[in-house]
């Protein structure tokens, strides 16, 4: 046992020091960069890159609707897009297991966040995105992780990244299980104040309004690189 759990870690830190290779080489300093990058790394992946840029755009949508100004709200569209990177040295758990919501599946969200922070933070560009994913599993009531910080002492750009990737993640569970569409509204809505900052949520019905709710479809974002 203890043989395969040192093999695990020096499988983790080989996979961290990788993908810290990978940021490192291409030298991130726009957008652009970055999407080429990620383009690269979640070329076998298609489902997972398509959930990172959904997240963004309903980041920024939210950001927009909230007022974020627009350094702030390119900042939040980048942590948005990186969110996922710490998955790749920390997998999830089994399927049926990660659909869960409860402290076990927040704790191990921000192990994984912890390892995209910290890829990120060897590239200053990245910086301010970093600093948003790494309150970004943080929850409104203070029962978040990592630091269990509450309502606006979590900065505002992390508290609507916790709410998009939720969002998207639950639309995405629904639609596998045929449940009705409006399931993932409704939770988000019973966990406001409690999980996700209720003006936060406000802003996301609000732009539901204003804005038709069809995702972006995964092959959108990968037109560009095809």
Do not use: K
Request: with cysteine; glycine share 8%.
């Amino acid at each position: 046992m203890d043989g395969r759990v040192s093999q695990g870690v020096m499988d983790q830190a080989d996979l961290a020091w990788r993908l810290t290779a990978a940021f490192a080489e291409t030298g991130v300093g726009s957008t652009t960069a970055l999407e080429g990058l990620l383009a690269r790394l979640y070329r076998d992946d298609v489902e997972g890159l398509g959930h990172l840029h959904r997240v963004a755009a309903l980041a920024a949508r939210i950001g927009d609707e909230l007022g974020i100004p627009e350094g702030p709200l390119e900042d939040l569209e980048r942590a948005a897009l990186l969110h996922d990177i710490g998955r790749s040295v920390l997998p999830d758990p089994p399927a049926l297991a990660a659909t869960r919501q409860d402290a076990t599946t927040l704790q191990r969200r921000a192990a994984q966040v912890q390892v995209a922070c910290a890829i990120m933070g060897t590239i200053p560009f990245l910086a301010p995105a970093a600093a948003i994913l790494e309150a970004s599993v943080e929850c409104f009531d203070g029962t978040g992780y990592p630091g269990g910080r509450r309502g606006e002492d979590i900065p505002l750009p992390a508290r609507v990244l916790h709410l998009a990737d939720t969002l998207d993640t639950l639309n995405t569970i629904c639609e596998a299980l045929a449940a009705p569409a409006e399931t993932a509204s409704v939770e988000v809505v019973r966990q406001a104040g409690s999980r996700f900052d209720p003006d936060v949520v406000s802003a996301w019905l609000r732009s539901e309004e204003a804005v038709p709710p069809p995702l972006v479809p995964w092959w959108s974002s990968l037109a560009r690189w095809n």
